[in-house]
């Protein structure tokens, strides 16, 4: 298959249907802007498997997003689309970056949630930035900014409550968005473990990649766990 594009979790490649692109997740785990790096054996498999399952829920849910169906353990097959070059953050709760922004204490709810954008741009270190910079860095247009916001609220309000039935809180997580070749917005990306918090309801174990990133280890066996609680969410 012919290379696409190469991320530090994913790699794309062109499908045989040409408004059509394969992902392939990969093992890599990265964070702080990749200046920590690993292999976590089977990240892949069960990233693409719990992204697959929200992608089915949220369609079922009418939100257009660029998921076309699992191919393998490792392959989604998608909409290809251009990506907007803006990370969509919702919160519920605050922690992660925003409480050393801001100073604010660390699992203050946030009603209601709070949703930040950050340009997409590794060199520059993904800074956060606002409304008025979208529009003036021609990012998206201001009608394309409503329909973003609406649907990561949306998306937000599904997953924090589908969520909760399986004793997982919602903390926050990050969404991208692509342009279909038909100009319709879509979610596009993935929605893991390694783009969202999920904290135990009963334990308040985090079962997402802050454990890579504080050192906690186990990653793998609680991203297992996430699948098993979400499993039959997608029928
Ligand atoms: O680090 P921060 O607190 O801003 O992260 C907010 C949410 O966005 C977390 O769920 C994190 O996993 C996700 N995120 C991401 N990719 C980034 C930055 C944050 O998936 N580049």
């Known amino acids: 298959m012919e290379k696409l594009y190469e991320g530090k979790a994913k790699i794309v490649y062109k499908a045989q249907d040409p408004d059509k692109v394969v992902i392939y997740f990969k093992d890599e785990a990265t964070a702080f802007n990749a200046q920590k790096k690993d292999v976590i054996e089977g990240k892949g498999v069960i990233n693409n498997k719990i992204s697959s399952i929200f992608f089915q829920i949220l369609e079922k849910h ?67 930035i606002c409304y008025e910079h979208i529009l003036a860095l021609n990012l998206a247009n201001d009608q394309e900014i409503k329909t973003i916001k609406e649907l990561a609220f949306k998306v937000n309000q599904i997953l924090k409550d589908i969520l909760i039935k399986h004793d997982i809180i919602l903390v926050d997580f990050k969404l991208e968005f692509g342009k279909k070749e038909d100009g319709n917005i879509v979610v596009a990306d993935e929605i893991s473990p390694d783009t969202c918090r999920f904290w135990d309801a009963k334990t308040g174990e985090r079962m997402d990649k802050d454990r890579f990133r504080l050192n906690l280890g186990d990653l793998a066996k609680f991203y297992e766990e996430v699948l098993r609680r979400i499993e039959n969410e997608k029928d």
Do not use: C, W
């Not at 290809?80 to 204490?105: F, Y």
């Not at 209601?112 to 993904?126: H, R, S, T, V």
């Open 62 to 128: 009418g939100i257009p997003t660029h998921f076309v169906k699992q191919l393998s353990d490792r392959e989604m097959l998608a909409y290809k689309t251009q990506i907007i070059p803006v990370e969509v953050v919702v919160r519920n709760l605050a922690t992660g970056s925003i409480v050393k922004r801001l100073g604010i204490p660390e699992k203050t709810p946030f009603n209601p949630p709070l949703i930040e954008f950050y340009l997409k741009n590794d060199q520059l270190g993904d800074p956060i």
